[in-house]
């Protein structure tokens, strides 16, 4: 029998236990391997330091860039205050009945003056609004406005500038804040046009960089960084987008100030409107039954981007009232590329009313 020390460990141990010396790293070893975690972790830093660096200079860059936008594209209208929110909007005409223009998506008035504005005042006073936080429209604080929302602060500066009764016309994404104001004043509008108008819920997600957006700190972030330089790359893309299958009217992209939706604030406020209007629209779908003025929807037939099966089909569906006019061949942008017969339609409509 085994005694001592060594006896006792063998006796625990019935396989042979290695010399607990021999488990030990080698100084040299054990020093390569320090040199190899500092080396690691002076990558990491450079790495942090050099996308920090990166981030700045975009940040720089597009801070640059919205300073240069706002001097190239100023407010070229007025401001009305309502609820503490300040609208911009431009006035044109004098005579005739009201009509008021809401753009869409990524849009300002700027839209409009570069196309229906000039043809409509001839018989019209036109009003057209930035929506809240497009443009140089402020955008209220806390919940999001959502276009019933929109509607209360358009009604709003209406009664401050002393409109009574106007005929509502709304591009895309305002589809759904005419109907939100027909559906809330309606002893107090002539009736609705809807321009390839947004109305009902869709299936599938927004884009990912709208998603982005939303993101807390994330979102803030990639606006002041990543969207102007990339927008500014992909903006011809985007705008034949819009106008396809028709091809871009002439100087487009100048003549609205397209660049002012990629400042940051401009581009949180439609990603906003974007991530929560499908939603939304779920339940508004429902009221649209009730809607008894004159309303008028006019789609392309080849527009892409708002559906007329999934948003005019929808309405006229419950509003049997409503008159609909489908333009063959046109695409999303049809007010730039068909503007006379746009024109008429509007003309001809609020004639009737």
Same mark, same amino acid.
């Given at each position: 029998?085994?005694?001592?020390?060594?006896?006792?460990?063998?006796?625990?141990?019935?396989?042979?236990?290695?010399?607990?010396?021999s488990?030990q790293?080698?100084?040299?070893?054990?020093?390569?391997?320090?040199h190899?975690?500092?080396?690691?972790?002076?990558?990491?830093?450079?790495?942090?330091?050099?996308?920090?660096?990166?981030?700045?200079?975009?940040?720089?860059y597009?801070?640059?860039?919205?300073?240069?936008?706002?001097?190239?594209?100023?407010?070229?209208?007025? +401001?009305?205050?309502?609820?503490g929110?300040?609208?911009?909007?431009? /006035?044109?005409?004098d005579?005739?009945?009201?009509v008021?223009?809401?753009?869409?998506?990524?849009?300002?008035l700027?839209? +409009?003056?570069?196309?229906?504005?000039?043809?409509?005042s001839?018989?019209?006073?036109?009003?057209?609004f930035?929506?809240p936080?497009?443009?140089?429209s402020?955008?209220?604080? &806390?919940?999001?406005?959502?276009?019933?929302?929109?509607?209360?602060?358009? @009604?709003?500066?209406?009664?401050?500038?002393?409109?009574?009764?106007?005929?509502?016309? !709304? @591009? /895309?994404?305002? &589809?759904?804040?005419?109907?939100?104001?027909l559906?809330?004043?309606?002893?107090?509008?002539?009736?609705?046009v809807?321009?390839?108008g947004?109305?009902?819920?869709?299936d599938?997600?927004?884009?990912?960089?709208?998603?982005v957006? !939303?993101?807390?700190?994330? !979102?803030?972030l990639?606006?002041?960084?990543?969207?102007f330089?990339?927008?500014?790359?992909?903006l011809?893309?985007v705008?034949?987008g819009?106008?396809?299958?028709?091809?871009p009217?002439?100087?487009?992209?100048?003549r609205? &100030?397209?660049?002012?939706?990629?400042?940051?604030?401009?581009?949180?406020?439609?990603?906003?409107?974007?991530?929560?209007?499908?939603q939304y629209?779920?339940?508004?779908?429902?009221r649209?039954?009730?809607?008894?003025?004159?309303?008028?929807?006019?789609?392309?037939?080849?527009?892409?981007?708002?559906?007329?099966?999934n @948003?005019?089909?929808v309405?006229?569906?419950?509003?049997?009232?409503?008159?609909r006019?489908?333009?063959?061949?046109?695409? @999303?942008?049809?007010?730039?590329?068909?503007?006379d017969?746009?024109?008429?339609?509007?003309?001809? +409509?609020? &004639?009737s009313?």
């Amino acid at each position: 029998m085994l005694t001592g020390a060594a006896g006792t460990e063998k006796a625990l141990h019935p396989f042979p236990v290695p010399d607990r010396r021999s488990r030990q790293t080698p100084v040299g070893v054990r020093a390569g391997r320090r040199h190899g975690n500092w080396e690691q972790m002076r990558l990491a830093a450079k790495i942090v330091v050099g996308l920090g660096a990166m981030l700045a200079l975009l940040a720089v860059y597009s801070a640059a860039a919205a300073w240069w936008v706002e001097r190239t594209y100023p407010p070229i209208g007025d +401001f009305v205050t309502v609820e503490g929110v300040r609208l911009h909007y431009v /006035s044109a005409g004098d005579d005739g009945p009201a009509v008021v223009l809401l753009h869409g998506a990524s849009g300002t008035l700027r839209d +409009f003056s570069a196309s229906i504005i000039p043809g409509l005042s001839e018989g019209h006073r036109v009003i057209a609004f930035d929506r809240p936080g497009h443009g140089y429209s402020e955008r209220p604080n &806390g919940d999001w406005p959502d276009p019933a929302r929109q509607a209360a602060l358009v @009604h709003g500066a209406l009664q401050e500038l002393g409109i009574d009764r106007p005929l509502l016309v !709304g @591009h /895309s994404w305002s &589809g759904a804040v005419v109907l939100a104001y027909l559906l809330d004043y309606p002893d107090e509008v002539r009736g609705g046009v809807l321009l390839a108008g947004l109305a009902n819920a869709w299936d599938g997600s927004v884009s990912w960089h709208t998603e982005v957006a !939303g993101w807390p700190v994330i !979102g803030r972030l990639f606006a002041a960084t990543v969207v102007f330089p990339a927008g500014q790359m992909l903006l011809d893309q985007v705008v034949a987008g819009i106008f396809a299958p028709e091809a871009p009217v002439p100087d487009y992209r100048t003549r609205i &100030g397209a660049v002012l939706a990629l400042r940051p604030g401009a581009f949180r406020a439609n990603a906003e409107d974007m991530r929560n209007v499908s939603q939304y629209l779920e339940a508004q779908r429902e009221r649209y039954g009730e809607i008894e003025v004159p309303l008028l929807l006019v789609t392309g037939e080849r527009d892409t981007i708002v559906l007329s099966w999934n @948003h005019a089909d929808v309405v006229a569906a419950r509003v049997p009232h409503a008159q609909r006019i489908d333009l063959p061949g046109a695409g @999303h942008a049809f007010h730039h590329t068909r503007t006379d017969e746009v024109v008429r339609l509007i003309d001809d +409509f609020a &004639g009737s009313r």
